[in-house]
């Protein structure tokens, strides 16, 4: 891979001799470990890779489990079937109260990107000064700490502190401000209370999120309603090969993962993908012109301008409030020295014994 392990480069011709994909049997691999086997929703096994030439892999073997439940995780890291895991946020302080033997916590950020969407073509959101409302009405700071435990601090936008192109400060403060909401609602016209939808997934931490939000908007004369989807059925309502349903999208809670670039972080929001992955139906020229260009320039002070400015853009739409990148708590075996990326993955390559082991 190129930057991460969800896109790289491949031989056109190597590709092409296997008949176009290869499945889970890839024909060759190259790095510290080989691909031995993958078990469907259960785990994949690595080998050490004799070819190598460069550093030894430092453990014969790698077992990696898959677990979309976090508790199942802690509960297998207990049982000591796990050498380092993923754990919730809400689990962090009850493990370092009693953490298990021979073990430590290691809090990483993360590059996902969470924030409260508004559909701007909805009719009860087309006024500016209603969706300006709606983010000087929420509190990212009582979001953050009542979803993340103080671990995660709110976002200055979709492109991760320490990354190239993160923003000193967002526009709206995040804390809000309550009386600016009212009387945009006020200069609006709007008649309170104003009721809105709010579509989220039924992931427990984005569902504590919402409840927030929906507390801070009302205490501005917002009654929101939370609907609760499948994840499945939520990455769906916004795109328009689904059918009319986008047409009623209001509020939503949506996060992304990012990637090693800050485009990545950014390159869904342009015209190209309304309909697709844009939502919000934002659609700004500069924007869409300043993303060719960051992606074209190789001047790093340029695109950190740049990224900058577009995201100063998306705040200025109304149709974002951005909320927070989040964290990735991990508990690990004191027996490993683990290794990961800036943005909380691991990097398996890197893991070592802390005592001479295979």
Not at 118 to 134: E, F, G, H
Not at 284 to 300: I, M, V
Not at 308 to 316: A, G, H, L, V
Request: hydrophobic share 40%; proline share 6%; with cysteine.
């Amino acid at each position: 891979p190129i930057a991460a392990a969800n896109y790289a480069i491949l031989s056109r011709k190597a590709i092409t001799s296997v008949g176009g994909r290869f499945g889970v049997r890839p024909p060759c691999c190259s790095g510290p470990y080989l691909f031995r086997d993958w078990q469907a929703k259960r785990k994949t096994i690595l080998d050490r890779n004799p070819l190598w030439k460069g550093p030894e892999a430092a453990f014969s073997e790698i077992h990696i489990y898959a677990m979309n439940d976090a508790k199942a995780a802690e509960m297998a890291f207990e049982a000591g079937q796990l050498d380092c895991a993923e754990i919730t946020v809400e689990s962090t302080s009850p493990f370092e109260k009693n953490m298990p033997p021979d073990s430590f916590l290691e809090i990483h950020p993360s590059g996902r990107n969470y924030w409260l969407g508004m559909n701007q073509t909805n009719p009860s959101l087309k006024d500016l000064k209603v969706r300006q409302a709606i983010q000087y009405a929420i509190d990212v700071e009582a979001v953050v700490e009542a979803t993340w435990f103080g671990l995660a601090k709110p976002a200055l936008g979709p492109v991760p502190r320490g990354m190239l192109g993160c923003r000193e400060r967002t526009l709206i403060p995040a804390r809000g401000d309550a009386d600016k909401a009212r009387s945009l609602l006020k200069e609006a016209g709007v008649d309170l209370p104003l009721r809105l939808r709010l579509d989220v997934n039924s992931d427990a931490l984005e569902l504590t999120a919402v409840q927030v939000i929906q507390w801070s908007l009302k205490k501005v004369g917002i009654e929101v309603e939370i609907h609760s989807r499948d994840n499945g059925v939520f990455l769906s309502l916004g795109k328009e090969e689904n059918g009319e349903q986008w047409q009623d999208l209001q509020l939503f809670l949506m996060s992304f993962i990012g990637g090693a670039d800050p485009y990545y972080s950014l390159v869904w929001f342009i015209s190209e993908q309304m309909g697709q992955w844009n939502w919000e139906r934002f659609s700004n020229e500069e924007f869409d012109r300043l993303n060719d260009l960051a992606l074209a320039t190789t001047n790093e002070a340029g695109r950190d301008l740049m990224y900058q400015r577009m995201q100063d853009i998306m705040e200025e739409s109304g149709c974002y409030r951005f909320i927070s990148n989040g964290v990735m708590p991990q508990i690990i075996r004191k027996s490993i020295k683990p290794s990961f990326s800036p943005d909380g993955y691991a990097r398996l390559r890197g893991f070592r014994p802390t005592k001479q082991q295979s």
